[in-house]
């Protein structure tokens, strides 16, 4: 699959996890009732946390991939100019 077919998922899916984890404020789990349910919400937001960075991460990855192929997609049509200029000069210099 195509890298830019997944950047739009990643966006979407951060920014649900971004806006549960919003919801998620520190009010909301000191106000249950029980220990045990402040250690699940606790144990709940540090995971939608972990997940946001990865997606934060896995992000800036893709986005530094494409910037890496385009520069060496760059690189590559410089070196079929050159190639192409150096041939133009020896058949100039050969007639």
């Known amino acids: 699959?195509?890298?830019?077919?997944w950047?739009?998922?990643i966006k979407e899916a951060s920014e649900h996890i971004k806006a549960a984890l919003e919801s998620l404020t520190d009010k909301?789990?000191?106000n249950n009732e029980s220990y045990d349910d402040r250690m699940k919400?606790?144990?709940?937001?540090?995971a939608?946390?972990?997940?946001f960075g990865l997606a934060?991460?896995?992000?800036?990855?893709?986005?530094?991939?494409?910037r890496h192929k385009e520069e060496v997609i760059k690189?590559?049509?410089?070196?079929?100019?050159?190639?192409?200029l150096d041939r133009l000069m020896n058949e100039g210099r050969s007639e």
């Not at 699959?1 to 077919?5: A, H, I, K, T, V």
């Open 1 to 5: 699959m195509n890298q830019n077919d």
């Open 7 to 9: 950047e739009p998922q």
């Open 28 to 30: 909301e789990i000191i």
């Open 41 to 46: 919400l606790s144990r709940f937001r540090h």
């Open 48 to 51: 939608i946390n972990d997940v």
């Open 56 to 66: 934060m991460v896995t992000n800036m990855y893709l986005a530094e991939t494409r």
């Open 75 to 84: 690189i590559e049509a410089q070196d079929e100019r050159k190639k192409e």
